[in-house]
């Protein structure tokens, strides 16, 4: 469907940033009930980090491999959704959410989940063989979002939408270091429920909540116009 214009308003960014900071959440989050599934109770997890169970070091390449392999897939049902041509923003969305060039970058700099796990198979080329393995899983779903748009436009639209909601989100890490540093350490004990703190419950059902207001505010303003 070329020619889509996918909307880069401050409400729809808004929306982004928030849809971007949940998927973050749930890549995270799926790497903790990973190690809940596998090891039983012990982990923990903040906002951006999470750790393992004493029980769970023999099993770490599986809880590695379960938050990447969510993203991967949201991002292809992404791509699925923008190739067939409905729900035209919720396809760019869900490719945007997961953050393909920031996982690039990060396995390109020698981090990353990918990395790690091609570290196990083969330590001296796990960067390249990591990169190599990140640009074909996201190459396709940013293809398909570029033939997707104008053909004027998607020169600066599709790197905007890439980088722009994920700007406010930067600071995030060191924030949640200084906030459950301690936390995800053990060296400090705070009321939480299945390894989570009750406040990171709190901040995520805030942007779930502030995501669901822009969203139904995005469709009443397309319904209007």
Not at 23 to 43: I, K, Q, R, Y
Not at 126 to 136: E, F, G, K, Q, S
Not at 182 to 199: C, D, E, H, K, M
Request: hydrophobic share 55%; glycine share 10%; proline share 7%.
């Amino acid at each position: 469907m070329p020619g889509y214009r996918f909307s880069l308003d401050p409400r729809s960014l808004l929306a982004l940033v928030a849809l971007c900071w949940l998927a973050s959440f749930a890549h995270e989050f799926t790497h903790h009930l990973a190690v809940l599934a596998l090891c039983g109770p012990g982990g923990w997890m903040s906002l951006s980090l999470f750790a393992l169970a004493d029980s769970c070091d023999a099993r770490w390449p599986w809880t590695t491999v379960a938050g990447p392999a969510l993203s991967y897939l949201l991002m292809w049902a992404g791509r699925a959704l923008v190739l067939r041509g409905r729900a035209m923003w919720w396809g760019f969305a869900l490719v945007i959410a997961n953050k393909p060039l920031m996982r690039l970058l990060t396995v390109a700099t020698g981090g990353g989940d990918e990395g790690r796990l091609w570290s196990l198979v083969a330590p001296q080329s796990a960067r390249c063989l990591a990169t190599a393995t990140v640009l074909m899983l996201v190459l396709p779903p940013l293809w398909a979002c570029w033939r997707a748009l104008p053909a004027r436009g998607r020169g600066w639209m599709l790197p905007a939408a890439l980088l722009l909601p994920m700007l406010p989100l930067l600071g995030v890490p060191a924030i949640d270091a200084a906030a459950y540093g301690n936390w995800i350490y053990g060296q400090a004990t705070l009321p939480a429920a299945f390894g989570v703190p009750y406040s990171v419950w709190a901040i995520e059902a805030g942007v779930c909540l502030l995501f669901l207001g822009l969203l139904l505010g995005l469709r009443v303003t397309r319904r209007t116009h």
